[in-house]
Each structure stands twice: as C-alpha cells, then as structure tokens.
C-alpha cells in the first residue's frame, strides 16, 4: 500500500480513512466515497483491496480518491429504512429497527461536512459515493432516493432487496436521472434460505428492473450477477475494486481543477 490508512473519530463514529498515494500533492479536490460496515471492503487486515485499487490508480482506470470507513453503531437498525420484524420469529435477534433515515442524516448533515473541511475532497455529488454490501447495499440504495443532491455514485452489493417494502418503494419513486447506481449479486444467494431472504434473486431482479424503467441512461446503471457466488464477505471483498473502477471511471467523471 503507497497510501495512507488511519482511524478517526468523528460525530461518535470510529472511522477508517484512506488517503490515495499523491494526496500530499493532489493536482484537484478527491472523490470521497463512504463506506458501510467500518471499511471493511478495503481493510488491509482483511483483504489486498487497497493494493487492486492502487494498481487501478497507477494504470489511470480510475481516479485517486479518499475512503471513509464508518462503524455503524448496529447495523440492524441504521441500515434498514423503515422498521420491520425479524426473519426468525423466537430467535434472539431483534426487529429492525428502522433508523436508516437519521443515520444517513449524520452522515449528511455531521460526517460529510467534516470530512469537507479536513481533507482536500470534491464535495460535488457527482464526486460522492456511498457503498456497502448486503443491509449495507440496501442502505446505500436508500441514499439514492433521500439524498440524491449528496450522493451521485451508488454502490450496493448484494443489497439486502429482500426487505420488506423496499422494491415497492423503488416502484413509487423517481430517480435523479444524473445518479450512477452499481448493483450486484451472486447467482446462489438466497437459494437455500426459507425465510423472506428465499426471495433475494427474484426481488433483485425487480430492482434491477426498475433501475431499467427509470430515467436512468443505461450506461448509468450497471446490474451483474456472478454465477457461482453466494453471500459471504469473500465473494463482497473480491467484487470491490471492479465496483469502485465502474462506479468512478474516468470519462464517467468531470474532476475538479
């Protein structure tokens, strides 16, 4: 890794920061794309993603950019936009709490303004992503919708489309046509489950559906299924670096000067 990688706290959140290689002598203001479950995507403690995004850097396929890691507090309930009970009736787990709306908020109103005035960021929307996987994907997906003059570059893997309500309210919504939205999945999620995650291909595919109808030029929206993958943190960790190198490819992006 030729970058920086450090934590911070901020609006009662730990935070796991990457600079890109030439920050120090950045030549324009960076993208900053937020990420879900504390970073974990790039973690160099849990996978090279830093390095493969690096090799990007160097070869010009995508842009230097800032990564902010955020520990979500429980996940369970500031991942999820409304609430809901849980999948298994009797097991310990709780409902969903329903919090995403004042978590995206923190980010919005007290994380994101910080992060603007500490480091050498692009705050523009088209420069601003939000990513995660699973409850995390759904969350980002959520950001489209409630706050698409903060978010332009959508990256939600394996998003929990599961969850009640949540393709409906796609369905009764309108997207901001100058958004670029990434989703993916993996051909075996959701195929041996028996609750309301059974439906995770099916409902995906309505998503992605959805996407297609809206005003969304295609070339804005990307939908892959990988054959062979199911819902684990290795199969999230490897799609990473190509989701990123979609998400903020260089003729997708008018850098700052």
Not at 216 to 239: K, T
Request: glycine share 8%; proline share 6%; net charge negative.
């Amino acid at each position: 890794m030729k970058g920086t990688l450090f934590t911070e706290r901020h609006a009662g959140r730990e935070l796991l920061i990457y600079l890109p290689p030439s920050y120090d002598q950045a030549a324009y203001p960076l993208p900053v794309v937020y990420v879900q479950d504390s970073g974990d995507l790039y973690d160099p403690v849990l996978n090279a993603n830093l390095y493969h995004l690096e090799l990007r850097f160097a070869a010009g396929t995508l842009p230097e950019c800032i990564l902010v890691g955020i520990m979500p507090h429980d996940r369970i309930h500031e991942y999820t936009p409304w609430s809901a009970q849980k999948l298994l009736p009797g097991r310990r787990y709780d409902d969903f709490g329903g919090r995403a709306s004042q978590y995206l908020y923190m980010i919005v109103h007290e994380l994101k303004p910080w992060i603007d005035r500490n480091f050498y960021t692009d705050p523009r929307p088209e420069s601003t992503g939000i990513v995660g996987k699973s409850l995390g994907g759904l969350v980002a997906l959520f950001a489209a919708y409630v706050y698409p003059e903060v978010f332009g570059r959508i990256g939600a893997m394996s998003a929990s489309l599961w969850y009640e309500g949540f393709v409906e309210f796609m369905e009764e919504r309108q997207l901001n046509p100058n958004l670029r939205i990434y989703m993916d999945i993996g051909s075996l999620e959701g195929t041996t489950k028996t609750n309301r995650q059974r439906l995770m291909q099916s409902l995906t595919d309505e998503a992605a559906a959805i996407l297609a109808r809206s005003e969304l030029p295609a070339e804005q929206r990307q939908f892959v299924r990988i054959e062979g993958e199911d819902h684990n943190e290795e199969a999230f960790h490897r799609r990473f670096p190509e989701m990123m190198e979609w998400l903020y490819a260089r003729h997708s992006i008018r850098l700052l000067q």
